[in-house]
Structures are given as C-alpha cells and as structure tokens.
C-alpha cells in the first residue's frame, strides 16, 4: 500500500473515529489538530488536543477493543496518517523505540486519566 493511501485529510469537526466503533489502526497528525473527546448526547467534553507529530487510536490497534473516544478535527485541512496493525506489529518489531514512544504515551495517559479520576472520587 503507498504511503498516499494511509493519508487523510479532515476539515473541523469532522469524525476521524467514533467511540464505540471498532478499528484496528492507529493514526499520527501530520498537520492540524486533532480533539479527542468524550460525547455524551449534546454535551461534548475534550479529555485532549493533540497536535503535529501526536499520535492517537493505539489502544484499539494493540488489543482491538472499541475506541474508548471519538477523533474529530479540530483545524481546518487536518491531516491525518492511518497505520494499520500488521504495519504497527512490523514497526514495533523492526524500531524499538517506536514501541517505547507508545508505551510512554500510553502511560503518560493513564497517570492523566487516574489523576482525573481521582480527583472526581475525591470531590463527589
């Protein structure tokens, strides 16, 4: 698969994924900005930003469970480069700090979730 192929452009408020919905990719912004998000009916609340070089949707390519939150484009001609699993299992076999990189987002996130977390349990 070319490289063009993997690459998509969103324009703001576009829906790069919903939660719920099943995928088993991840995707890198490579221009604009992406808001991940929690919706819930009318009421949309940003968990985060993440902008150029960021990366998001590892979750459902490692263990291909539902998206925990929906992707939506939050700039205008957003960017966007899909990486499928069998490309993500090649990456992380062949660069090993590609695996590293994951993992450390994939924990820095998790701090920030138990954080929100207990801050809510906290202060009911």
Do not use: W
Request: net charge neutral; charged share 25%.
């Amino acid at each position: 698969m070319t490289i063009e192929k993997c690459i998509k452009e969103f324009d703001v408020d576009d829906v790069i994924f919903e939660e719920g919905s099943t995928g088993r990719e991840l995707f890198v912004v490579l221009d604009g900005r992406v808001d991940i998000a929690k919706i819930d009916g009318s009421n949309k609340t940003i968990i985060v930003g993440l902008g150029k070089g960021e990366f998001f949707g590892e979750m459902a390519v490692i263990d291909g469970s539902a998206r925990s939150a929906t992707a939506i484009a939050a700039a205008p001609h957003t960017r966007v480069m899909r990486i499928n699993h069998a490309r993500f299992v090649y990456l992380v076999s062949q660069q090993p700090a590609f695996a590293l990189m994951v993992m450390d987002a994939l924990s820095k996130r998790l701090r920030a979730s138990n954080a929100v977390t207990y801050r809510a349990a906290a202060n009911p």
